[in-house]
């Protein structure tokens, strides 16, 4: 299947779909991107995606070396961003702590991730050079299965 086909899969399932218009113009948007395809997406760093219940999720990224002040978590816009903070402090405070070697790297990184609108952030945590960033998904009293009665 080529790239130009893609969106049009998108319109093909708008007619017997409601209320997705929203996910098929963001998932048209990132196929239109030519940075989608041409480069791989960045593997620093590692990360697990979890699904640990019906409606929960944690998203795992492994950061051996980093603390807290070297990592900001932000959300807006229905996109979660991961990425690191350049403190030059730390690193000078690294050389005259008389580091010979340095194995454990601290890479400048972003990683972003897209939310749905039914899905909220509860809170991250780093512990043991892991963040996890625990999400719960909210199903309204509207979407949970019932009988519809005919008049």
């Given amino acids: 299947m080529t790239l130009n086909k893609l969106p049009s899969i998108f319109n093909q399932l708008r007619p017997v ?7 098929f113009d963001h998932f048209e948007r990132m196929f239109d991107d030519d940075q989608f395809f041409r480069k791989p997406m960045a593997a620093f760093p590692f ?3 979890a699904k640990t219940g019906d409606t929960t999720y944690n998203i795992e990224v492994a950061l051996a070396g980093y603390t807290k002040k070297d990592v900001k978590v932000d959300y807006a816009d229905n996109l979660l961003t991961i990425k690191s903070v350049k403190d030059a402090k ?5 050389t005259a702590a008389g580091v010979i070697h340095k194995g454990i790297a601290k890479r400048y990184f972003s990683k972003v991730f897209t939310i749905a609108n039914d899905v909220e952030i509860k809170g991250a ?4 050079g892991l963040l996890k960033v625990s999400l719960n ?3 309204p009293e509207g979407k949970k299965p019932r009988k519809i009665e005919v008049k």
């Fill in 47 to 49: 990360y697990n995606i």
């Fill in 125 to 128: 945590e780093l512990k043991d």
């Fill in 137 to 139: 998904k909210i199903l």
């Fill in 90 to 94: 730390d690193i000078s405070k690294e």
């Fill in 17 to 23: 779909s409601v209320g997705f218009d929203n996910i």
